[in-house]
């Protein structure tokens, strides 16, 4: 074994053992984390500082993933992806690294993903065609043709710098390092820069990079130790020792700070705001005390209502939402504070705002009340490691390498116990929070101002120089060399186009049928009656952590007042309660629970009853901690401070410019809910407190503040008066075993506290009219759907819609809207509730195009003509998505939801022998039942020169979003 280990620590922070070692043929850097966790990790990192905006670091990540050595075929991270297990499988390019994750909980199957991981980025084909596919290329449809540019990570950019948020984080960081350093770079590309790659670079970098000297390994898990160890061996002794140089260097300190403004893309907007953010770059040679310090210290500062720099800026009226963040990804961090939404007139107030109350803080100290709930906060979220969806692995191997990358110790990282008791012990002698406060920030000049200013011309500017960029290119060309670039092209075209070889396929390691569970895996669910109030109870092993929820039945409302549902929540948890204002009720709530958070869930019954449409507030606590949870819960539900006025408008503006910055990055899913919407009563109730249409009402509801805010007032009452009772409410528990049956009593306390009043339904909500819509936003790219109710058109539910979707995700859509037609993603989704179909794009260059592939995804269907081996991948996907691993909470959640909508265990085991038994015949059936998207809903969300282009073509109903 080519293995030496360096170090072996017990981490009871992990619950396992960590060993570090050094692979001694070629200095490859392994971290082993070996626990009980069933949810397997397996990464290696390669540190990728970029030279210059061109985007390498990106477009490698994408492109060592097609094709390579032992798996010579266009896609096998796809093909991977249909026939595994996985709970995990990416890529990811960060400003000075690059990282190749996968997890699942069989570990045959991690062993499968290791493999095609391994071989793709120690030995990708990575031919000219592959850098024109994934990164750019020119096309031209004929020589008298305009010239343009194509390629995914391109068009991604190109999304990534419509968005405002986007381009401030990166200009933010930039601002505080010279223009040469790596971290000015653009990692993700410019598309400005883009196309100054070179094949020749794009080949040296992967050459340079990708060696098992420049390495970072991480394993997690309960995989054994010993056949990790000789797995790596194998793939790495392959390899000699070499000198990589990817240092990254440290940044000069500044003598002053620094001011830089900058335009973005406003569109016609009249009254677009501008954005502004203060930035710290900090030392680089701050111990693992230090950096966790400076975390609390930021939540401190900004992560609450109760923060007093986020209480300042919210509180000063200058803009309509704060920006903050401590960034560890980097080797220097990075404090940033700022605002958004603020008037451009008053863009030099919020430096002076900041600066000030930073110095009062400074001197006055602070509230011993907010450092005790900061403290409590991060403590729990640092015991608790609960991730969500995100394997927890994966989260512990992000964290380690926030210092290992660096050369420092990752197990000292990842070991917070020693550094968390002396900062306790430290923070409470007094004035450690305010030393760091000015060691850090106050006394430290290397700092920037960013203010980025709204310009109606920055996009057509950009879309001109490239117009120019393009047309000078084009005049240089002779005939001959047009020609070549049309070849090239159509080149490209007939490779994306031709079937990979079957034997090629054959060799891409994958799970039998055989290594499936055939039984559906279950979650502990009894229902109790509480003082009459049903309870769903959970019992598993949480790790002495209470889950709770509690939800109110939305039928109770009138229609009307439905949509003030997506911001009441956060009335009832930061408006405060008849004896505590919103920063003391705060301050409670961080220092005597884990959180408490509010959701809507809406679906439909598939027993045909009653959509379930429901209200909850959710919080967790350690067991002992529970009657102050309790105690909380009860005080927000009987005696909210609704009347503030002020305090009220902070969310709603709060409220209006998070859900506006979210369409440009997540404008899929605003597609998805709206499109939606146009079927159900249930979506319905989602767009109206959640989607467009819930930002129509948020921009109204500011309005109704100032000349109606008696009426908004009744509004607010009558939902409390209405929702908040104990006939309309339902309870769902997750703990560990036999925690419920000590400790019923607090519960049935809690229950008698609420008023009881009876419950009367109210009308549902009618879904959107039907009508093909174009929302426009200024962007350069759009966000493509199109739906249909399934269940209207004959269709009978059946198992095999998951394998299906599985495969036409995993081919037809990856396919045609990405690799062919250059999105960032093309794929599909199927709600067995309601028998909704849609098909979604992700940053798409194209529009009707894109369209005419989903219409045509029918005829694919039925003309499918795979051996049996495609169709067992496709099924074993999609048990693999059925299966999703998932934590504590997350069990009682979904055994709720399950509950709410009618979805028994029984159901579930029908489902999923159908899916086991899935043929092509299936996918024929289907493919008859799908061509009724042909007359789909249509919605669009995107460019408007764009959108209107077609707008008489697909009887659009164009609607400006932003």
Not at 334 to 347: D, S, Y
């Amino acid at each position: 074994m080519s293995f030496k280990l360096e170090q072996e620590r017990h981490l009871p922070e992990l619950n396992g053992i960590a060993r570090l070692y050094r692979h001694d043929q070629t200095g490859a850097r392994f971290l082993s984390i070996l626990n009980d966790d069933e949810n397997k990790v397996f990464s290696i990192c390669f540190r990728t500082p970029p030279r210059t905006s061109n985007g390498i670091a990106h477009i490698m990540e994408h492109s060592v993933l097609c094709g390579s050595r032992k798996y010579p075929v266009k896609e096998p991270f796809i093909e991977l992806a249909k026939g595994s297990l996985n709970t995990f499988l990416n890529a990811f390019t960060f400003p000075d690294k690059t990282c190749y994750p996968v997890a699942s909980q069989n570990l045959k199957d991690l062993y499968n993903l290791m493999d095609v991981y391994l071989d793709a980025v120690f030995y990708p084909l990575i031919p000219p065609e592959t850098l024109m596919q994934e990164g750019w290329h020119y096309e031209i449809a004929a020589p008298d043709q305009p010239l343009t540019y194509k390629g995914v990570v391109f068009n991604e950019m190109k999304g990534a710098y419509s968005s405002p948020e986007d381009v401030l984080g990166d200009q933010s960081r930039a601002s505080l390092f010279d223009p040469t350093h790596p971290y000015a770079r653009d990692s993700g590309g410019d598309p400005e820069v883009i196309p100054e790659l070179t094949y020749e670079e794009f080949k040296a970098f992967h050459e340079a990079y990708y060696h098992p000297s420049n390495a970072y390994i991480w394993m997690y898990g309960d995989a054994p130790e010993e056949e990790r160890l000789r797995v790596l061996d194998e793939w790495l002794n392959a390899f000699a020792a070499r000198q990589v140089d990817s240092s990254i260097p440290t940044q000069a300190r500044f003598d002053a700070p620094r001011r830089v403004t900058l335009p973005y893309d406003a569109g016609d907007a009249a009254d677009a705001r501008a954005y502004v953010t203060l930035n710290w770059l900090l030392p680089p040679d701050l111990s693992v005390q230090d950096d966790l310090t400076l975390s609390i210290l930021a939540h401190i500062l900004l992560a609450t209502p109760a923060s007093p720099l986020r209480k300042a800026l919210t509180e000063s009226g200058l803009g309509e939402d704060v920006i903050g963040d401590y960034e560890q990804h980097l080797r220097q961090r990075m404090f940033t504070a700022g605002l958004k939404g603020v008037a451009p007139e008053h863009v030099d107030q919020v430096e002076k705002l900041i600066l000030a109350t930073l110095q009062t803080l400074a001197e006055q100290g602070f509230d011993p009340d907010t450092v005790a709930a900061s403290l409590n906060t991060i403590e729990f979220r640092l015991r608790e490691q609960n991730t969500g969806r995100f394997p927890r692995g994966l989260f512990l191997m992000l964290t380690a390498l926030t210092d290992w990358l660096y050369d420092k110790d990752p197990l000292d990282t990842l070991a917070f116990e020693q550094p968390l008791t002396a900062i306790k012990q430290a923070a409470a002698a007094g004035g450690y929070f305010e030393d760091y406060l000015r060691r850090y920030l106050l006394d430290n000049p290397h700092r920037s101002t960013v203010f980025l200013m709204p310009d109606p011309e920055e996009g057509h500017r950009r879309a001109e120089r490239e117009r120019a960029r393009l047309e000078a290119i084009k005049a240089s060309l002779d005939a001959d060399a047009i020609q070549e670039i049309i070849a090239q092209a159509q080149e490209l075209h007939r490779r994306q186009e031709t079937p990979d070889d079957p034997q090629a396929l054959a060799a891409i390691p994958r799970l039998k049928l055989d290594d499936l569970e055939k039984q559906v895996r279950t979650i502990p669910t009894e229902e109790r009656r509480v003082r009459g109030v049903r309870l769903l109870w959970h019992p598993l092993p949480a790790h002495g952590i209470v889950y709770l929820d509690i939800g109110f039945n939305l039928r109770t409302l009138p229609p009307r007042l439905l949509p003030y549902m997506g911001l009441f929540g956060r009335a009832l948890r930061q408006m405060g309660t008849r004896e505590q204002d919103f920063v003391q009720l705060t301050q409670r709530i961080g220092r005597e629970t884990g959180g408490i958070s509010d959701t809507i869930f809406t679906a439909e019954h598939l027993g045909g009853q009653d959509p379930a449409q429901w209200f909850f507030l959710r919080g967790k606590a350690l067991q002992e901690k529970v009657p102050s949870l309790l105690d909380i819960l009860r005080d927000i539900l009987l005696t909210p401070r609704l009347a503030d006025r002020q305090r009220f408008r902070q969310i709603v503006l709060e409220e209006k410019a998070r859900l506006e910055a979210s369409l440009v990055p997540m404008g899929h899913r605003v597609v998805n809910q709206r499109l939606r919407a146009h079927f159900t009563t249930s979506d319905r109730v989602a767009e109206q407190t959640g989607g467009v249409e819930y930002l129509f009402f948020l921009r109204q509801l500011a309005d109704r503040l100032d000349n109606a805010w008696e009426e908004v007032l009744a509004d607010l009452e009558a939902i409390r008066r209405r929702l908040l009772t104990a006939d309309a409410m339902l309870l769902n528990l997750t703990a560990d075993p036999g925690w419920l049956d000590s400790s019923s009593s607090r519960l049935e306390e809690f229950i008698g506290h609420l008023p009881r009043q009876g419950f009367s339904r109210e009308p549902l909500s009618s879904p959107l009219s039907a009508g093909n819509e174009g929302l426009t936003i200024p962007a350069q790219v759009n966000y493509v759907g199109k739906a249909v109710n399934l269940y209207r058109h004959g269709y009978r539910p059946d198992g095999s819609v998951f394998v299906i979707n599985n495969y036409l995700n995993a081919t037809y859509l990856w396919e045609k809207i990405r690799v062919q037609g250059g999105a960032y993603g093309g794929f599909a989704t199927f709600d067995p509730n309601s028998g909704v179909w849609a098909f979604l794009s992700y940053r798409d260059p194209n529009l009707k195009a894109t369209l005419d592939k989903y219409d045509q995804a029918a005829d694919f269907l039925r003309r499918l003509d795979v051996p049996r081996d495609e169709i067992e991948k496709a099924i074993i996907g999609a048990i693999g998505s059925l299966d999703a691993y998932q934590l504590p909470d997350a069990k009682g959640w979904t055994a709720l939801t399950r509950y709410l909508t009618g979805l028994s265990d029984s159901e579930r085991q029908r489902r999923r022998e159908q899916v086991l038994r899935t043929t092509l015949k299936d996918f024929h059936r289907f493919g008859d039942v799908l061509a009724a998207v042909r007359e789909g809903q249509i919605v669009v969300l995107g460019a408007e020169d764009q959108i209107a282009a077609v707008q008489s073509e697909l009887s659009l109903q164009i609607q400006k979003v932003l």
